[in-house]
């Protein structure tokens, strides 16, 4: 008897989702859905990209590992989702007073259409001076002077700018997807380990590691037996917030106004990710969709290295790069909850051309 043609048409599809569910990056451009992706060991040299460049996701592409928030993912994240508390990661726009790294502060101004009955705002906002996503218009690779997928120089300013790698792509696409939050301040606090946020100290892999452990996450990718999922969106505690709010505002200010230069005598310095070959290779081989942490640079400012984190980040891998984010609620009910993962959204800010957006996060329980 012949099999019902909905039957039928069932099995083949499920043979499709099986195929695509085990399915190896293994000819550009990638396929998002894939399962199993090149370690950063493993990259494929492209044509005229810089060695360690990640740019497989096509010739105009300017979404980067945003890719990986595929509708299958972003579904299966959404079973994060039990309580409903909501837990946003955003610093009011007037945080911090004086930006560091010498940029402009937030002015705001009330616009009067007519007294008494209307009013508009007016916003002054440099991008990076608080809660932010660091684009991928924001940072080159230095030695070969390409951003992602190699956009220039002259593609962002100057006579003929065009729209590669500008923040509305991201915008478009969206940003939503598991959440995973490491907890260093509150491990640091409970093993007695001291540092100073407003301080170059660099947080090593091993200690993220037995920060995770601590927590009941395995932190490397699944693909080596440990927890953290294609696509993941990973957060970093690192204490700076939490510093911040607890200094004055005369404090605070002459930290932050602290004299910048390129280059290890740095006067602007803060804790955040070492930039060691270990955690080079997690956040690469781990897939996240992309990383941010509570503090200014998210890597340790100064780089001590010959490179910085945010040339393999943003220009290499196409990974957006979230700093400032205010993780101290978060944080509060992750501990509560005894669970160290969430629903995340994002919505960067849709601006034809730009550098970079405020977060308009949010963390959901």
Request: charged share 20%; proline share 7%.
């Amino acid at each position: 008897m012949a099999e019902p043609k909905n039957t039928s048409n069932q099995r083949l599809t499920q043979i499709k989702d099986f195929l695509t569910m085990n399915k190896t990056a293994t000819t550009l451009p990638w396929d998002p859905d894939c399962t199993k992706f090149p370690s950063r060991k493993e990259l494929p040299s492209i044509p005229g990209a810089p060695e360690e460049a990640a740019w497989c996701w096509g010739e105009n592409d300017y979404l980067g590992r945003l890719n990986l928030l595929t509708p299958s993912r972003v579904a299966a994240a959404g079973k994060e989702i039990r309580t409903g508390e909501i837990i946003p990661v955003n610093l009011p726009l007037t945080t911090p007073e004086a930006p560091a790294f010498g940029r402009e502060p937030f002015r705001h101004e009330i616009k009067i259409l007519a007294e008494n009955i209307a009013y508009d705002d007016i916003y002054h906002l440099n991008t990076q001076s608080g809660a932010q996503w660091d684009g991928f218009r924001h940072f080159a690779h230095i030695p070969s002077g390409s951003f992602y997928n190699n956009t220039k120089g002259e593609d962002i300013v100057g006579p003929h700018p065009n729209h590669k790698c500008s923040i509305h792509h991201w915008a478009e696409h969206g940003i939503a997807g598991r959440g995973v939050l490491l907890d260093y301040r509150g491990y640091a606090y409970k093993k007695g380990i001291n540092y100073d946020p407003y301080e170059y100290y660099p947080i090593s892999f091993e200690q993220l590691y037995l920060c995770g452990k601590d927590q009941g996450i395995d932190i490397r990718p699944q693909a080596q037996g440990g927890d953290i999922r294609i696509g993941d969106l990973l957060f970093i505690r690192s204490g700076w917030v939490e510093q911040y709010n607890l200094k004055s505002s005369e404090e605070r200010n002459a930290l932050a106004l602290r004299p910048h230069a390129l280059g290890k005598d740095d006067g602007q310095r803060y804790a955040g990710v070492s930039q060691e070959q270990r955690v080079l290779d997690w956040l690469h081989d781990c897939y996240f969709a992309a990383v941010a942490g509570d503090a200014p640079a998210f890597e340790a400012w100064p780089s001590h290295e010959d490179y910085h984190l945010h040339e393999y980040i943003l220009a290499l891998w196409g990974m957006p790069l979230g700093e400032m984010l205010d993780l101290e609620r978060l944080a509060a009910k992750c501990r509560e909850r005894g669970r160290w993962t969430f629903f995340f959204s994002s919505a960067p800010a849709n601006v034809p051309g730009g550098v970079s957006s405020h977060v308009n996060g949010t963390a959901v329980f």
